[in-house]
């Protein structure tokens, strides 16, 4: 059974960076692609970015500059960082796992479905 | 970007009716499409990936079906428990998600 955990700073200031970890328990770490996503209150969703275990990144390109996604397989581990955060910036944080094994997936060359979320974190941006 | 465009925004149904929605894409994705559910407070809940494929555990009164550009999640018979909003994502490029249609009781 995969199980996602996830925490981080839930309130900030504009211009401060979010910083949030997701662990994963059970199933392979370094056999899938491991993602972020968030939902503003209210509204839709909208993936942020993915790594793989060696550190491969992919991300939104509407984020890219302001988004670091980094591993820690020593722990099943991986985070994300956004930095120069403002109230657009306010959503509902999820981790989340590609659904496909990273080899099925990469012979693909598409990107990936996901079957397992974390519980999500409600950040704040507010002065 | 691919923009997906999700329709109706609101569909209301009785309980035990058939619920059809409708997801379109800015551009083909073939068939790398999958359907959410989410209630509030909860993270999505995959049901349907590869546009037809159920996942694991999904009840069978759910089914996609499409390719290409246009897309359509049919719950057969609606539970009590399947009110909710549901979200198409397309993966054949970096993943977007429609805007959602939420199903409500009529």
């Known amino acids: 059974q995969v199980q996602l955990q996830q925490w981080g700073a839930g309130l900030l200031k504009p211009s401060e960076t979010l910083s949030l970890t997701c662990a994963v328990y059970?199933?392979?770490?370094?056999?899938?692609?491991w993602s972020w996503i968030r939902q503003p209150p209210g509204k839709g969703l909208e993936w942020i970015g993915e790594?793989?275990?060696?550190?491969?990144?992919n991300y939104n390109p509407s984020l890219k500059s302001r988004v670091t996604i980094s591993v820690d397989t020593s722990k099943n581990q991986f985070s994300l960082k956004l930095s120069s955060v403002t109230a657009a910036d306010t959503a509902v944080y999820y981790c989340?796992?590609?659904?496909?094994?990273?080899?099925?997936?990469?012979?693909?060359?598409?990107?990936?479905?996901?079957?397992?979320w974390g519980q999500g974190t409600l950040v704040t941006v507010s002065s | 970007e691919i923009v997906m465009t999700q329709s109706p925004a609101t569909l209301s149904v009785s309980p035990g009716e058939r619920a059809t929605l409708s997801c379109r894409a800015s551009?083909?994705?073939?068939?790398?499409l999958a359907w959410y559910q989410q209630k509030p407070g909860q993270a999505p809940r995959l049901l349907i990936y590869?546009?037809?494929t159920r996942a694991t555990g999904i009840p069978a009164r759910f089914s996609g079906s499409g390719s290409g550009t246009e897309f359509t999640l049919t719950i057969s018979s609606l539970q009590s428990e399947d009110f909710a909003v549901y979200y198409c994502?397309?993966?054949?490029?970096?993943?977007?998600f429609g805007g959602g249609t939420k199903v409500e009781i009529k």
């Open positions: 989340a796992r590609g659904g496909y094994p990273s080899r099925f997936r990469e012979l693909r060359n598409a990107y990936q479905q996901f079957d397992y």
């Open positions: 059970g199933g392979s770490f370094s056999g899938y692609y």
């Open positions: 790594i793989n275990h060696s550190g491969s990144t």
């Open positions: 551009q083909s994705v073939s068939s790398n």
């Open positions: 590869g546009a037809s």
């Open positions: 994502q397309q993966y054949n490029n970096w993943p977007s």
